[in-house]
């Protein structure tokens, strides 16, 4: 069963939000420590059946190991700095490094909605596609596949961390976009066999 668990306190929708880099398995203490200082934290968790010998035990674990998203009050950033638990706060050069809402978005509906979800190797190459029906509709991610399953890839760009969410290939449409002088373009002709999923899962469900 995947459940969501998000931490949102002291809400500010006109600002921008960064990451915490924190010590491992910390993310929850730090999540709620910040949140108790009136805080907006984003900690998206999911669960995790691990084995053993003698049983099994389902347990909670972060999407992104060692990272707390933070919303505004960034003028506090003593208070967070100061937080147990925190190592320091992600940077872009000597700026703050500023996490897209749009990313944070498509995570949140990820793990708020009924979803296998699970942490994917940094992916940024592949055939990009959008979700077109169900509680994913609009989330633009990368098809890739696993076996007999497809998955939409999600990543946090500023942070090289990516996500896997398993999705009905017929649930997903091509995102094809112009590339821009001095830029690398993206699309479905990219990176080699990527781009052919759509086309196989079509042929096979002749």
Known sequence: ?????????????????WALYT???????VAEMLSAKDFEV??????????????KKLITLPL??????VRGGLH????VVTTPGVHTI?????????????????????????FRVEPHPFLKCGERVRV???????????LVRKKNLYRLVLSVDMMAQSVAVEIDASDVEPVVTRGVAGEFPTG???????????????????
């Open 1 to 17: 069963m995947l459940i969501s668990k998000c931490t949102d306190a002291g809400r500010d929708d006109g600002s921008d939000w």
């Open 23 to 29: 010590r491992h398995q910390h993310e929850k203490a």
């Open 42 to 55: 984003f900690l998206p968790l999911y669960d995790s059946m691990r084995r053993w010998k003698d049983r």
């Open 64 to 69: 992104f190991p060692c990272y707390v998203f």
């Open 76 to 79: 506090r950033r003593l208070q």
């Open 90 to 114: 992600l940077f872009r050069g000597e700026q703050v490094a500023i996490i897209p809402e749009s990313e944070i978005q498509a995570i949140r509906m990820a793990v708020d909605g009924n």
């Open 132 to 142: 077109i029906r169900g509680s994913l509709e609009g989330v633009e991610g990368i």
């Open 188 to 206: 479905p002709n990219l990176c080699g066999s990527g781009s052919k999923l759509l086309h196989e899962y079509r042929q096979e469900s002749l």
